[in-house]
C-alpha cells in the first residue's frame, strides 16, 4: 500500500484521455463507484484526500485526470507503482485483465470500443440466459420505454431475439446504446457494491435502472457469482472497466461504426 501514500498522479492513458470531454455527473458516478463499498468509503481510496478534488465538488471536470489516476491505481501493483512515483497502470491493462477474467477475447492491438462492445456483450448474454421467460419480457419492455426502439417487443423476448435487438441498439450507437449498457454498469454495481448508480441528469434512464431491479430483474447475484470478483480490487476495476466502456459509447460515439465500415468496404474489394 506504499503508493497510496504518494499524491494521485495521472498516467497519460490513450484509453482514458477521452474522460475530459466527460461531464460532471459523468464523473461523479466513476467517482462514486472508486471511492465508495456498500456506503462507506474504501479504506485504499485515495480521491477524497485530493485537495483539488474537494474544492471541485461542482465541477468534477476540472479534475478528472485526478478520477482517472486513481482508477489507474486501483488497477496497478504496488510496488511498481510507487517506483513510478504514484502512478497507476494502463487502461489497456486493466481491459485485458477484465477480459481474461472474464473470459473475453481481447488483442492488444485492437480498438477499445471493439474489445468493451464484446464484454458488455458477454456480460447481457450471461444475464439475459438466467432470465425467465418473465423477466425477459419484462425487461424487453423496459428497454422499449427508455430507448423508444421498437426492436424490443415483449412480445418476443425469447433468449435470441432479445439479444439481437440489443445487438442492433449496440451497433447503432449513440444515446441509446449508452442507455442499454447503463443497466449492466447498475446491476454489476449493486451486485459488487450494494448500490446501484445515482444519474441525477437522466430521470428518463433512472426508470430504466430501478424498474427492472429487484425479484422481476436480472437475479444478478446469481449472475455475478463472486468467485469471479475475488479480490478488492476486481471488485473496483471490473464495475469501473464497464462504466468507463459505457462512457465512451456516448462520448465517442464514431469508435463504434469505424471497424464496421471498414469490414464492409474490405468485403465489396474482394
Sequence with gaps: MLHRLLPLVYRPDRGLDFL?????????????????????KRLAEWLSKEPEFVSNQDDLTKCWQLIAAEFQRFGADSIASALRGGEGTTYRDML???????????????????????????????????MTSDERSELAARLRETTKLAEFNPANAAPGPLLGAIQIAVQMGGFAAYQINMIIVNHVAKALLGH??????????????????????????????????????????????LYVATLRMKLKPKTKT??????AKSKRNT
Design 20 to 40: 475530459k470531454d466527460a461531464t460532471h455527473e459523468d464523473l461523479v458516478v466513476m467517482a462514486n463507484l472508486l471511492m465508495n463499498d456498500k456506503g462507506k
Design 196 to 241: 446501484g448508480l445515482k444519474l441525477a441528469t437522466n430521470a428518463a434512464l433512472n426508470r430504466g435502472l430501478s424498474i427492472v431491479a429487484g425479484p422481476a430483474g436480472w437475479v444478478v447475484t446469481a449472475l455475478m457469482t463472486f468467485q469471479l470478483f475475488t479480490g478488492p480490487a476486481y471488485r473496483v476495476v471490473i464495475p469501473v472497466t
Design 258 to 263: 469505424r471497424p464496421a465500415a471498414k469490414k
Design 96 to 130: 485485458q485483465a477484465v477480459c481474461s477474467r472474464l473470459k473475453v477475447k481481447c488483442c492488444p492491438s485492437e480498438a477499445f470500443a471493439r474489445v468493451e462492445k464484446r464484454l458488455l456483450a458477454k456480460v447481457f448474454e450471461q444475464a439475459v440466459g438466467k
